[in-house]
């Protein structure tokens, strides 16, 4: 089962807040987009806008964006229909494109990642421009790639015959040179920097043992260690 980590690293910013997103289900949260707002908006004396009303308003282009990825299968006039009976939340909770985490004070609202779009670009054109940058700013894709690399890397490991212990170890030792430490979940507050350096040094050292210029696991943990120490 795959588990659901929750990005909040400090790429993640948008105008001072964090804007969390779900590895599982994609989720951004709602309740950071709106106080990234309330925090623009403040600043630049915008009129405050309600982010019910907006959801209500584009009811039709929210049920476009969810037939478009297969999430619902009713017609529009049907979909429409059951937001008024039921409610937005509601209903969308039911198809799993919305939910709430906490309680009170810590109530958190999650939503499908292109409702999330949608809702920022009805906000303010400034804060429109500022969402795209911030939506088009490779940290996504420097993820993935570290990922990719990363099993990539674990591939060529695998030649060495080794056990689940000594991957743990080389995990931890590329954590240490590239984030000063190693603890469980780093790799998910990492900046998008510190992950394009996890991705050069993973498909550097996966390229040496695929070439035989690394033999042992011996020799890899020897090459990192050089890495750090050329580091500090």
């Known amino acids: 089962m795959k588990t659901n980590v929750i990005l909040n690293s400090s790429d993640r910013e948008l ?8 590895t599982k289900t994609g989720f951004l949260n709602l309740s950071d987009l709106r106080e990234a707002y309330t925090q623009a908006r403040v600043k630049n004396g915008w009129v405050d806008k309600n982010i019910t009303e907006i959801l209500d308003r584009e009811s039709p282009t929210i049920f476009y964006l ?9 017609d529009i006039d049907t979909f429409i229909d059951r ?3 039921q409610g937005f939340a509601k209903y969308m909770k039911t198809i799993g ?5 906490g309680a009170r004070e810590n109530k958190s609202v999650w939503v499908n990642p292109y409702i999330f779009v949608m809702i920022a670009m009805e ?10 940058g911030w939506l088009t700013d490779q940290l996504i894709i420097s993820r993935i790639e570290a990922g990719n690399f ?27 040179i590239v984030f000063a430490r190693h603890e469980q979940g780093i790799r998910n507050t990492g900046t998008r920097k510190q992950l394009k350096r996890l991705t050069a040094i993973e498909e550097k050292m996966a ?11 011996d020799d890899l943990i020897n090459d990192l260690d050089k890495i750090e120490k050329a580091t500090n």
Request: hydrophobic letters at 45%.
């Open 15 to 22: 105008f001072g807040i964090t804007i969390r997103q779900e």
């Open 66 to 74: 969810l037939e478009k990825q297969g999430v619902i299968t009713v």
């Open 83 to 85: 937001i008024k009976n």
């Open 97 to 101: 494109a919305y939910k709430t985490t």
């Open 123 to 132: 906000l303010n054109p400034l804060f429109k421009a500022n969402v795209i």
């Open 150 to 176: 990363c099993k990539a890397l674990n591939i060529a490991v695998s030649k060495f015959n080794i056990d689940g212990f000594q991957y743990a170890k080389l995990a931890s030792k590329l954590n240490t």
């Open 207 to 217: 390229f040496a043992i695929d070439m035989g210029y690394v033999k042992t696991f």
